[in-house]
Every structure is written in structure tokens, then in C-alpha cells.
């Protein structure tokens, strides 16, 4: 039995993913494989070359504290404020922002992103992984989705996390790479590629739910959005064991500030199924699976 594990996108809600990856250890349930999108290849790709969860909250802190993440302004896309007049000014800089990427690639400046990726990563390449390790990206040259699986760590998780508009793409020989949770948000089938024979995901959607009328053609486009991304995820997550769903629906993507918050989450739902995660990783789990039987 080979146990892999996807690591979905979802910005600051994805260091749910660490809770997940610290109970797992805990219970001695040690992936073959990870595969990650989007954040979910940050905390992949530190997992995978570490080779242990123990350091995962503290070096997340780390880039969370550090003057380069901070300089990044991502708290301006999240203000948590009942005052209408604090929600009227995240309104105003919504629109302003969506008007600056007329002018800009993106908010985050190329060397501020890139220096990130270093303190992270180094010159560190998949094969100095402890587990192996992949992650995805999309080429909107091509349109392709680019899957890695060596070279240089820095680059692959850069360009998974490249959220068009707020990180800059990579840009490397004829190809533009940008996230890869624009065309695959649940990395199933590259860690099934690896060799997994089990997939474990981590997922961190919800089917959308909104209230009241869009006032606006702007708002009719992002409910419609959000419900072809949800539904695109459930068709990749068809071939997994077992989903893990996190309770991060009510946080934002931008709040990196709620880090302890959303460990405890991934953590409460990773125990929620403990017993069902390690009955995917059984012998006779394997032979119900050949016969058609799954976990539901």
C-alpha cells in the first residue's frame, strides 16, 4: 500500500493543512507521497523536505512574521470589521485594485516574491526531499498544466502559488506560470502519478451559499465562479480514499493572522476521521478497493 496525499489551494485557509499533517504523525500515518496546489505546495514542499510535521506551525509563523510577507499588503483584502463605514473603504479597495491590474501583472512586486520563495526554499531541489513531492501550475501560454517532480524547489512552488493578479507569475523560457488551483485546486491525480495507490485529500472548499440579490454584473460573475470551481472540485476528487474537509468556510483567504485558529481546525477534522484514515491504510482496505468497495 502506497499512501499519498493532496494538499489543496485556498490561501490562508490552507495552513489548515498543517493541523492535518501534525495528527497524522501523531498517529504514526506517514504519506509515500504529497502532492500540493497553491499554498498547499508551500506546506507540501516543507513537509516533503523536512520529512516531518514537528517544524510546520513554526516556520508558517515564521513567513507569516517575516518583513517580506508583511510587505506584501495582503491584509488589505481582508478587514474584519462590523463597521459599515470600515466595509464601505474594503469595498472602495476592491474596485481600486481590480482597476490597478490594467496598469500592473500583479500587487506583489517580482522581488518581493521571489525573496520569499528563498528564505523558504533555498537552493533546495526535489531531491533533497525526504518524501517525494510534487506540485502543479498552469501555463497560460499553453494552457497547460505543468506538473513538478525535480528541479529547483524555489521555482515549482513559486509557480504554484502564483494567484493571478496578486503574486507575480514565474516566468521561465517560453512559459508563464501561474497558480495551479486555476486548473487543478486538489493535486489528486499528480500524487497519484507519483505512485500513490490510496489518495488522501485535504480539501478546503465548501459549496457556495449566498443570500439577497448581486446589485452588480461584477457580482453575478463571482457567484457564478464559485460555483464552477466547486464543481469542478468534486469531479477531481471522484478517485480519493477519503476527503478530509477542514471548517474553514467563514475565514478569508487573506487572513494569515487566524494561523493557530486554522491549525486547530485541520487538526479537529483530521481526528474527526482518524479511524476511517487508518483503514485506507490497510492490507484488506486495498482488497475491497480492488473489489469495488470504498470508504464512504
Known amino acids: 500500500m502506497k499512501l499519498?496525499?493532496?494538499?489543496?489551494?485556498?490561501?490562508?485557509?490552507?495552513?489548515?493543512?498543517?493541523?492535518?499533517?501534525?495528527?497524522?504523525?501523531?498517529?504514526?500515518?506517514?504519506p509515500h507521497f504529497v502532492a500540493g496546489t497553491s499554498i498547499g505546495s508551500i506546506i507540501g514542499g516543507i513537509y516533503a523536505l523536512d520529512g516531518t510535521a514537528k517544524n510546520l506551525k513554526e516556520k508558517a509563523?515564521?513567513?507569516?512574521?517575516?518583513?517580506?510577507?508583511?510587505?506584501?499588503g495582503l491584509d488589505e483584502f481582508y478587514k474584519d470589521s462590523e463597521n459599515i463605514l470600515?466595509?464601505?473603504?474594503?469595498?472602495?479597495f476592491e474596485k481600486f485594485y481590480i482597476g490597478r491590474l490594467l496598469f500592473k501583472k500583479a500587487h506583489i512586486k517580482t522581488e518581493a516574491a521571489k525573496k520569499m520563495f528563498?528564505?523558504?526554499f533555498g537552493d533546495k531541489t526535489f531531491s533533497d526531499c525526504k518524501i517525494a513531492f510534487t506540485c502543479n501550475a498552469l501555463d497560460i501560454q499553453s494552457g497547460d498544466e505543468v506538473v513538478f517532480k525535480k528541479g529547483s524547489l524555489l521555482e515549482a512552488v513559486w509557480s504554484s502559488c502564483a494567484i493571478p493578479g496578486i503574486f507575480p507569475p514565474f516566468v521561465k523560457d517560453d512559459r508563464i506560470l501561474v497558480d495551479g488551483g486555476v486548473i487543478d485546486n486538489i493535486p489528486v491525480r499528480p500524487v497519484m502519478d507519483l505512485g500513490a495507490?490510496?489518495?488522501?485529500?485535504?480539501?478546503?472548499?465548501?459549496?457556495?451559499?449566498?443570500?439577497?440579490?448581486?446589485?452588480?454584473?461584477?457580482?453575478?460573475?463571482?457567484?457564478?465562479?464559485s460555483f464552477i470551481r466547486y464543481h469542478l472540485d468534486q469531479k477531481i476528487l471522484e478517485p480519493v480514499?477519503?476527503?478530509?474537509k477542514p471548517e474553514v468556510h467563514d475565514f478569508h483567504w487573506a487572513?494569515?493572522?487566524?494561523?493557530?485558529?486554522l491549525i486547530?481546525?485541520?487538526?479537529?477534522?483530521?481526528?474527526?476521521?482518524?479511524?476511517?484514515?487508518?483503514?485506507?491504510?490497510?492490507?484488506?482496505?486495498?482488497v475491497r478497493k480492488k473489489f469495488g468497495t470504498r470508504i464512504s
Open 264 to 286: 486547530k481546525i485541520g487538526r479537529a477534522a483530521t481526528e474527526k476521521n482518524i479511524r476511517k484514515i487508518k483503514s485506507i491504510t490497510t492490507f484488506w482496505y486495498q
Open 255 to 261: 487572513d494569515f493572522a487566524a494561523v493557530d485558529e
Open 61 to 72: 509563523i515564521n513567513m507569516i512574521d517575516s518583513e517580506e510577507f508583511k510587505n506584501f
Open 4 to 30: 499519498g496525499i493532496a494538499l489543496g489551494g485556498g490561501g490562508a485557509k490552507g495552513l489548515a493543512h498543517i493541523g492535518v499533517l501534525e495528527v497524522l504523525e501523531e498517529h504514526n500515518i506517514k
Open 197 to 225: 495507490s490510496v489518495v488522501l485529500a485535504s480539501y478546503l472548499g465548501n459549496q457556495p451559499q449566498f443570500k439577497g440579490h448581486p446589485d452588480t454584473g461584477f457580482q453575478i460573475s463571482r457567484r457564478a465562479q
Open 241 to 244: 480514499d477519503l476527503t478530509i
Open 86 to 92: 470600515e466595509r464601505f473603504k474594503q469595498e472602495v
Open 118 to 120: 528563498h528564505n523558504l
